[in-house]
């Protein structure tokens, strides 16, 4: 069996993480290239095992299995149209992006035209299979929480007139709808965005964010009840050495997505 090819799109710790753990990959293996642009400083990061391409002519020729997105809303609107044009599956990263309802139906007409897939993945987050479960139930309400340390809000806080380090007490930032928190936190609140597209839609589903001193990490809290049942999640995850406003499991979540992606066994 010939090493599977994958082409990551930007390379940040995410995607750094990524690589190194495709290339330690046991049989058959995986043959990487990373899109950049050209001039941009991360290419001199790349290993020398990993193709560099600067442009979709390139991706194309590479002839990638995957496309793993990696580097952010606005890499999502320049190279993922493209690539789903182009009969190509995405993994997206920074599904956020898809708050704007008429880009996300751009999107899904792109891949239907060309034959490409665009895959989501889960993230920070956990609980997903229960919430596409319950999607449709006629009495569903779906709220979503993240708490995180004033070091993910350090900006936020400063121009509410907050310093970061007195912090004593909770401050809520944000209530509203999912569609509005992914519009004002694009960098933060991808999994608010992950939760309604796996549930009722970015209207219907409720979110707070708060910033919390006493948070250990990056704290996600799920609630939702319906007809079926109640579901209560918690999920505390560590934030990223390199970027606290993301958690570290984003780039071992990705990993399992391309996992599943090449599995004869998926889990649904």
Same mark, same amino acid.
């Given at each position: 069996m010939?090493?599977? %090819?994958?082409?990551?799109?930007?390379?940040?710790?995410?995607?750094?993480?990524?690589?190194?753990?495709?290339?330690?990959?046991?049989?058959?293996?995986? &043959?990487?290239?990373?899109?950049? %642009?050209?001039?941009? *400083?991360?290419?001199? %990061?790349?290993?020398?095992?990993?193709?560099?391409?600067?442009?979709?002519?390139?991706?194309?020729?590479?002839?990638?299995?995957?496309?793993?997105?990696?580097?952010?809303?606005?890499?999502?609107?320049?190279?993922?149209?493209? #690539?789903?044009?182009?009969?190509?599956?995405?993994?997206?990263?920074?599904?956020?992006?898809?708050?704007?309802?008429?880009?996300?139906?751009e999107?899904?007409?792109? &891949? $239907?035209?060309?034959?490409? $897939?665009?895959?989501?993945?889960?993230g920070?987050?956990?609980?997903?299979?229960?919430?596409? &479960?319950?999607? /449709?139930?006629?009495?569903?309400d779906? $709220?979503?929480?993240?708490?995180?340390?004033?070091?993910?809000?350090?900006?936020?806080? $400063?121009a509410?007139? /907050?310093?970061?380090? !007195?912090?004593?007490e909770?401050?809520?930032? @944000?209530?509203? =709808?999912?569609?509005?928190?992914?519009?004002?936190? *694009?960098? +933060?609140?991808?999994?608010?965005?992950?939760? !309604?597209?796996?549930? *009722?839609? @970015?209207?219907?589903?409720?979110?707070?964010?708060? #910033?919390?001193?006493?948070?250990?990490? +990056? =704290?996600h809290?799920? %609630?939702?009840?319906?007809?079926?049942?109640?579901?209560?999640?918690?999920?505390? +995850?560590?934030?990223?050495?390199? +970027?606290p406003?993301?958690?570290?499991?984003?780039?071992?979540?990705?990993? &399992?997505?391309?996992?599943?992606? @090449?599995?004869?066994?998926?889990?649904?």
């Open positions: 010939s090493a599977r %090819r994958v082409v990551l799109i930007g390379y940040g710790a995410i995607a750094g993480d990524i690589v190194s753990a495709l290339l330690a990959a046991d049989e058959p293996g995986y &043959a990487l290239g990373v899109l950049l %642009r050209p001039g941009s *400083p991360s290419r001199a %990061r790349v290993p020398t095992d990993v193709a560099v391409l600067s442009g979709l002519d390139d991706v194309v020729a590479f002839a990638p299995d995957l496309v793993i997105e990696a580097a952010g809303h606005e890499a999502v609107r320049v190279s993922v149209p493209g #690539c789903l044009e182009r009969g190509l599956p995405v993994l997206i990263s920074s599904i956020g992006a898809l708050h704007d309802e008429a880009f996300f139906k999107l899904v007409a792109t &891949a $239907r035209k060309g034959g490409g $897939r665009l895959l989501l993945a889960s920070a987050l956990g609980g997903l299979d229960y919430v596409r &479960a319950v999607r /449709h139930a006629k009495q569903l779906l $709220r979503y929480e993240s708490r995180k340390p004033p070091a993910a809000w350090s900006g936020e806080l $400063r509410l007139g /907050h310093d970061p380090a !007195a912090l004593t909770p401050v809520t930032l @944000f209530s509203g =709808t999912a569609r509005e928190a992914a519009a004002l936190y *694009p960098q +933060n609140l991808n999994v608010a965005a992950a939760l !309604a597209l796996a549930g *009722p839609g @970015f209207e219907a589903t409720g979110v707070d964010v708060v #910033c919390d001193p006493a948070a250990s990490g +990056n =704290t809290v799920v %609630r939702s009840a319906s007809e079926f049942g109640t579901m209560s999640l918690t999920i505390v +995850n560590r934030p990223s050495p390199v +970027n406003k993301s958690s570290w499991i984003v780039g071992q979540a990705l990993l &399992a997505a391309v996992e599943q992606h @090449f599995s004869p066994v998926v889990m649904l």
